[in-house]
């Protein structure tokens, strides 16, 4: 996947987050081989092409909160999409202990070998 743009790196680890868990933009940077590049993973979110099936919805601040203005579009269609997988939101925001995915060793090693 070396010859893969950033965007395209981060839509690809994305894509692998479980039905039911989210990631923070900064482990998705770093799962994509992006170290410190959290901005960046939002940056990518606004430009994925609409062919393209890339769970937006799964991404949360660190702390488990939905990065939307409370009560915006987006804000309400990203909680009611984590709502149909099980997740739970209260307040606007995730637990991350419950809720955050964490690969395991074949996926680190053989599906987000960038």
Known sequence: ???????????????MIPAGNVAAYGQ????????GRARLVGRCLKDVPQNEPVPWYRVVRSN???AFPVNSK???????????????VINHK????CY????????LLYQLDF
């Open 1 to 15: 996947m070396s010859d893969f743009t950033p965007a395209e790196r981060i839509w690809h680890t994305i894509r």
């Open 28 to 35: 998705i940077a770093d799962l994509s081989g992006l170290p």
């Open 64 to 66: 488990g909160q939905i």
């Open 74 to 88: 987006l804000a309400n269609e990203q909680i009611a999409r984590l709502l149909e997988e099980g997740v739970l």
């Open 94 to 97: 995730i637990k991350m202990k």
């Open 100 to 107: 955050q995915w964490q690969p395991d060793l074949p996926t």
